[in-house]
């Protein structure tokens, strides 16, 4: 007799987590339901109080948008730092040894345009204090695949994602001298590890991947906000669009279905802060808030789940699966793992996956 599903679901060793992306019908599918992420609105951000993180794809929106000439990102540079000197309500960015003001959100870009001086407007810690956070942002966009290495011994994810973050550099940075020496460095990496991704590569001049993981490139302070802080700003962020919709006559609602009223926009919001509505530690939010961040949190957590199932087809190297939950999990703060419930067993589970794929690789290679 045939039964009817009950195929073994082959993601149960993951846990929930997998068995929920497993149970997605397609990647289509899941992108159709997803939505357009847009960036916060002007009303959504006049707040100088507020300090929200952007979600990836509200990141990547913002990514497409015309690029400005270099001049004029230079002159938004230097408006930019007059801005933060009068709230931070300092006249220099370093005193008595200690940065005074906040550069993450300036994009690279005009972190750049600071570091190198463009234009001659800008002072040495000025330039220095934009050089530490294009490193701080260097370290962050590798972190997770350096925790992934360690965890794994596969170098090949990290020295991608080394390679990845350099060619997503603009065309001012990539026509300097020391993009092009990294670059080439980290390229070298990269087909060393083609060739036998768990041995390190080694006599790569420049590399700051290897220089990295042996600890010989420290990585550059950062300070993470509280929780407490982040659930904060989400509150203030979705009160502002309770407000945007009553000037409009209409009442913010969190149900697609309802027919009446103006639908409330979560998309721009970072996994943390999504994290802070569905954990709601200090009980700032309502069920309705709660269920749709979570749903939110939900379809991101199926969406990277399908991403690395894609890219280990695109390789042909089912490694690469565990690789990308691994970095995945890397990436992710605590209070993300406690939302999305990926537990150590489910990290457990992913190395012990990446392992016994290498060892079947071997086998059938020798």
């Known amino acids: 007799m045939t039964s009817i599903g009950t195929t073994p679901n082959p993601y149960a ?132 695949s350096l925790a992934t290495t360690r965890l794994t011994g596969d170098y090949s994810v ?54 990295a993981l042996a600890g010989t490139a420290p990585p550059t302070k950062s300070t993470t906000r509280d929780i407490s802080s ?10 502002r669009q309770k407000g945007e919709a009553a000037k409009s006559g209409k009442e913010l609602v969190y149900d697609s279905r309802r027919k009446t009223g103006q639908l409330a926009d979560l998309s721009s919001l970072d996994n943390r802060s999504l994290s802070a509505i569905s954990l709601n530690q200090d009980k700032k939010f309502s069920t309705e808030e709660i269920f749709v961040a979570k749903q939110e949190l939900n379809t991101r957590t199926r969406l990277a789940v399908l991403d690395a199932l894609k890219q280990s087809q695109t390789a042909g190297d089912p490694r690469q699966f565990s690789l990308g939950i691994l970095k995945q999990y890397s990436s992710m703060s605590a209070e993300e793992r406690q939302a999305a419930n990926w537990t150590q067993d489910f990290q457990d589970a992913a190395i012990k996956s990446y392992k016994s794929t290498s060892t079947l690789l071997s086998i059938l290679k020798s």
């Open 13 to 144: 060793q993951y846990g929930s987590a997998y068995a929920r992306a497993a149970a997605t019908p397609s990647l289509a599918a899941t992108l159709s339901g997803d939505g357009t992420a847009g960036d916060l609105s002007a009303s959504s951000t006049s707040n100088a109080a507020t300090n929200l993180t952007l979600s990836d794809a509200a990141r990547a929106r913002l990514a497409k948008a015309p690029l400005p000439d270099f001049a004029t990102v230079t002159s938004d540079a230097r408006i930019t730092l007059d801005r933060l000197y009068t709230v931070a309500g300092v006249k220099a960015p370093i005193v008595d040894g200690k940065t005074t003001i906040d550069l993450s959100t300036l994009d690279r870009r005009s972190l750049f345009a600071i570091s190198t001086n463009n234009g001659g407007k800008f002072t040495p810690d000025e330039q220095a204090v934009a050089a530490t956070e294009l490193k701080r942002r260097f370290d962050k966009a590798l972190e997770p």
């Open 158 to 211: 990290s020295y991608k994602a080394a390679l990845d973050y350099l060619d997503g550099a603009s065309d001012e940075e990539k026509a300097t001298a020391t993009w092009a020496s990294q670059r080439a460095a980290v390229l070298k990496g990269v087909q060393a590890t083609q060739q036998d991704p768990n041995t390190a590569p080694s006599g790569i001049s420049g590399d700051p991947v290897a220089a």
């Open 230 to 239: 982040i659930a904060s700003d989400v509150r203030a962020f979705l009160d």
